[in-house]
């Protein structure tokens, strides 16, 4: 193996201002960057209220860790325009910023910016196609593009052209999924020996009982009115492809449930929350909902409140690539997981190592059954669920496959 460490360029289309750059991008390249290999970050950022506020907070960082960050300001309108008008402008920025580096690789995240990494190929970079997920299949799966809108038909076809021929042209792979890996080989040929698995993964550090503020949970539970209560809890996005019916359905099983403490469902999100509370008033479950939101730095308190987690996610096709972060996070804490199947390596990990329940059907008799689990998923212990995310999500080791790649 060639020890030598390199140059990289990652292009991101998400900023580190948001939620995601903080807990899955900008954690990795701390580290790689402290491992030696010279790091420089393209990003596009949503100007939001905070944004300056969190860009210099940010800036600061970046420079301590001798990490260059680079950005183009989102644009979000018009659909579908103002985002190939974003990405020419990042891909402008690519080029004149390898004029100057020659970067060994450029590592690309997402199908959204792999035709920077294609021109850059050329000049002479490697390539690593970081797919996260199939996403124009996201795209449809989540009903955000209807394909019988011809424009969003066009859009689709596309997109999976670009996928067809980047997994052909790229030097390295990443997936966040043996499901997404076994695909790849099955539908395009791909060589395994091209391809590398480094699902979302958490700071195992930051989510531990050092992550926790015992004086903020306190402050919390007496707050929040969660004293002496069953908390199944949500935190993260309430995207178009998380189940908001699904989970309050489930979790209205459990609250109605015997021999069980009263039930709290709490969620923890930065999404707009209107349509939810329009469906916790239809389903009857005013009181026993309470919804708030949080820092990065907070997030390991609030998981610290819950005793059981419960997300639903949409399978369908694009579901084989899905690692939720959100996984990673729960299980470091010690807290069990309900989810359903079809998502990504999670039924296999959650039954392979007792961590969790499944739901293959969303029905009541599924639920029902889930509700009688409660008492043996709350019986687990917190320590030997904290080592499942020790052995498949402890961000260092993601960290060591991507330090891996860059020197191979």
Same mark, same amino acid.
């Given at each position: 193996?060639?020890?030598?460490?390199?140059?990289?360029?990652?292009?991101?289309?998400?900023?580190? %201002?948001? =939620?995601? *750059?903080?807990?899955?991008?900008?954690?990795?390249?701390?580290?790689? /960057?402290?491992?030696?290999?010279?790091?420089?970050?393209?990003?596009?950022?949503?100007?939001?209220?905070?944004?300056?506020?969190?860009?210099?907070?940010?800036?600061?960082?970046?420079? $301590?860790?001798?990490?260059?960050?680079?950005?183009?300001?989102?644009?979000?309108?018009?659909?579908?325009?103002?985002?190939?008008?974003?990405?020419?402008?990042?891909?402008?920025? #690519?080029? #004149?910023?390898?004029?100057?580096?020659?970067?060994?690789?450029?590592?690309?995240?997402?199908?959204? %910016?792999?035709?920077? *990494?294609?021109?850059?190929?050329?000049?002479?970079?490697?390539?690593?196609?970081?797919?996260?997920?199939?996403?124009?299949? $996201?795209?449809?799966?989540?009903?955000?593009?209807?394909?019988?809108?011809?424009?969003?038909?066009?859009?689709?076809?596309?997109?999976?052209?670009?996928?067809?021929?980047?997994?052909?042209?790229?030097?390295?792979?990443?997936?966040?999924?043996?499901?997404?890996?076994?695909?790849? +080989?099955?539908?395009?040929?791909?060589?395994?020996?091209?391809?590398?698995?480094?699902?979302?993964?958490?700071?195992?550090?930051?989510?531990?009982?050092?992550?926790?503020?015992?004086?903020?949970?306190?402050?919390?539970?007496?707050?929040?009115?969660?004293?002496?209560? !069953?908390?199944?809890?949500?935190? *993260? /996005?309430?995207?178009?492809?998380?189940? @908001?019916?699904?989970?309050?359905?489930?979790?209205?099983?459990?609250?109605?449930?015997?021999? !069980?403490?009263?039930?709290?469902?709490?969620?923890?999100?930065?999404?707009?929350?209107? $349509?939810?509370?329009?469906?916790?008033?239809?389903?009857?479950?005013? *009181?026993? +909902?309470?919804?708030?939101?949080?820092?990065?730095? #907070? @997030? =390991?308190?609030?998981?610290? @409140?819950?005793?059981?987690?419960?997300?639903?996610?949409?399978?369908?096709?694009?579901?084989?690539? +899905?690692?939720?972060?959100?996984?990673?996070?729960? !299980?470091?804490?010690?807290?069990?997981?309900?989810?359903?199947?079809?998502?990504?390596?999670?039924?296999?990990?959650?039954?392979?190592?007792?961590?969790? $329940?499944?739901?293959? !059907?969303?029905?009541?008799?599924?639920?029902?059954?889930?509700?009688?689990? @409660?008492?043996?998923?709350?019986?687990?212990?917190?320590?030997?669920?904290?080592?499942? #995310?020790?052995?498949?999500?402890?961000?260092?080791?993601? +960290?060591?496959?991507?330090?891996?790649?860059?020197?191979?």
């Amino acid at each position: 193996m060639n020890n030598k460490k390199k140059k990289v360029l990652f292009v991101s289309y998400d900023g580190l %201002t948001d =939620p995601l *750059g903080q807990s899955q991008i900008l954690p990795y390249f701390i580290s790689l /960057s402290n491992l030696g290999h010279q790091i420089t970050i393209l990003s596009c950022e949503k100007r939001l209220k905070s944004f300056n506020t969190k860009r210099l907070q940010l800036k600061k960082i970046c420079e $301590e860790n001798e990490i260059n960050w680079q950005f183009v300001d989102y644009s979000k309108t018009p659909p579908i325009l103002s985002t190939f008008s974003d990405l020419a402008k990042m891909k402008r920025l #690519a080029m #004149a910023l390898h004029q100057s580096h020659h970067f060994d690789w450029v590592h690309c995240r997402t199908i959204l %910016t792999v035709n920077i *990494g294609l021109a850059l190929q050329k000049k002479g970079s490697r390539l690593i196609f970081d797919i996260r997920g199939f996403w124009a299949d $996201e795209r449809v799966d989540g009903k955000l593009w209807n394909l019988s809108n011809p424009l969003y038909a066009f859009v689709y076809k596309v997109f999976k052209r670009k996928e067809k021929f980047a997994y052909q042209h790229a030097d390295r792979i990443v997936t966040l999924t043996q499901s997404a890996q076994d695909q790849l +080989v099955s539908q395009f040929g791909t060589k395994r020996k091209n391809m590398t698995i480094v699902p979302c993964m958490a700071d195992l550090d930051h989510f531990s009982e050092k992550g926790v503020d015992y004086e903020l949970q306190d402050h919390l539970v007496k707050r929040l009115d969660l004293e002496n209560k !069953l908390i199944i809890g949500y935190c *993260g /996005s309430l995207g178009t492809r998380y189940l @908001i019916k699904e989970m309050l359905l489930c979790f209205k099983t459990i609250k109605d449930a015997k021999n !069980l403490k009263p039930s709290i469902f709490l969620i923890v999100t930065h999404s707009d929350t209107s $349509e939810l509370k329009k469906l916790i008033t239809y389903y009857n479950l005013d *009181g026993s +909902v309470v919804i708030t939101s949080s820092t990065y730095q #907070a @997030i =390991p308190t609030y998981i610290s @409140i819950m005793d059981i987690a419960l997300y639903f996610i949409f399978s369908g096709n694009s579901g084989k690539a +899905v690692s939720p972060t959100k996984q990673a996070e729960f !299980l470091a804490l010690g807290v069990p997981i309900i989810t359903n199947g079809g998502i990504g390596d999670s039924e296999k990990v959650l039954r392979t190592h007792n961590c969790g $329940e499944v739901v293959n !059907l969303f029905s009541e008799e599924e639920f029902k059954k889930v509700a009688t689990k @409660i008492p043996n998923l709350l019986s687990l212990p917190k320590e030997e669920i904290r080592e499942t #995310a020790k052995r498949f999500f402890d961000l260092n080791k993601g +960290v060591l496959r991507y330090d891996d790649l860059y020197s191979s």
